[in-house]
């Protein structure tokens, strides 16, 4: 693994909130007590199980499972085959996890929940990255997120090859048209943020127009967002930047229009549907006794 991808992964396994949604899932899941397992199973039988790719994928969220079973059965012994950003194929082995069988099954289920999203949120990355090869264009997430997963949704979205736009709203400026109509107009409002807001924030403003785009130039906006554009519409919009600052796309992007966009120019594409309908990827978890 490397050393880029560990730090990211060692910062999220310590990350509070990946432990306490791990553990509200487990809770969730598991309840009482696996009660199928408690009576169809021979008490103290050992298994090994391992977790595979069942079609060709960008695999993330792997340090999970280690995570989810040291809660549910610490003796178990869980191995990581596969490196978060790796791509898999048909029978791909990423986990293996061997021991008490009554642990394997019990922590199943939010593994393989957990791996399959994220797996499938860097998939659908990995294909708008490779749509718009020899550009200059990043594809970049939103804060279009499963609430209480957007740390991990995002680090799948990195892991796809895709560039992680803000957390949240406290790490970035971006003023859309709502705050311009509430605020009194573009450089109205650019002017009170540049005069309260932290100085190190950039300062992006939403233009939807060639009329806002200018008010957003004059105002001194560090960079601007262009909603809901045809790609001609963008091209023409970028073209009247002439490079002054970079700009960002984003509605209604598609894997079959995000090159027209990325060819129109734009610096940034963001695409909520990264981790808001990316498709899970297929991945199984076979299981058999120990001898």
Do not use: W
Not at 28 to 41: F, H, K, M, N, Q
């Amino acid at each position: 693994m490397g050393s880029e991808v560990a730090a990211r992964v060692a910062a999220l396994m310590r990350h509070p909130s990946t432990r306490r949604l791990v553990a509200a899932a487990l809770a969730e899941d598991i309840g009482r007590g696996d009660v199928t397992t408690a009576v169809a199973l021979p008490p103290g039988l050992g298994a090994t199980a391992t977790i595979t790719t069942e079609e060709p994928c960008v695999v993330a969220g792997l340090f999970l499972a280690p995570l989810a079973y040291a809660l549910v059965d610490p003796t178990l012994r869980v191995e990581v085959l596969a490196d978060d950003g790796a791509a898999g194929d048909v029978e791909t082995p990423v986990v293996r996890i061997t021991g008490a069988a009554a642990g394997i099954l019990a922590g199943e289920r939010v593994v393989l929940n957990l791996l399959q999203h994220l797996s499938g949120v860097a998939s659908l990355t990995r294909r708008f990255v490779d749509a718009v090869h020899g550009t200059n264009a990043a594809i970049l997430d939103t804060r279009k997120t499963i609430p209480g997963l957007r740390l991990l949704e995002k680090h799948a979205v990195h892991m796809g090859g895709g560039v992680n736009h803000r957390f949240g709203l406290d790490d970035g400026i971006l003023l859309k048209n709502t705050h311009v109509a509430l605020g009194g107009g573009t450089a109205a409002v650019v002017r009170r943020v540049r005069e309260r807001g932290p100085a190190a924030l950039r300062v992006q403003v939403e233009c939807r127009s060639a009329a806002e785009l200018e008010a957003a130039l004059a105002a001194g906006a560090d960079a601007v967002l262009l909603d809901n554009q045809t790609p001609e519409g963008a091209a023409a919009l970028i073209r009247l930047v002439k490079g002054r600052v970079p700009v960002e796309v984003s509605g209604g992007i598609t894997l079959a229009n995000v090159a027209a966009y990325a060819a129109a120019g734009a610096d940034r594409i963001s695409i909520g549907a990264l981790t808001h309908s990316a498709p899970a990827a297929s991945l199984h978890l076979r299981i058999a006794a120990s001898a």
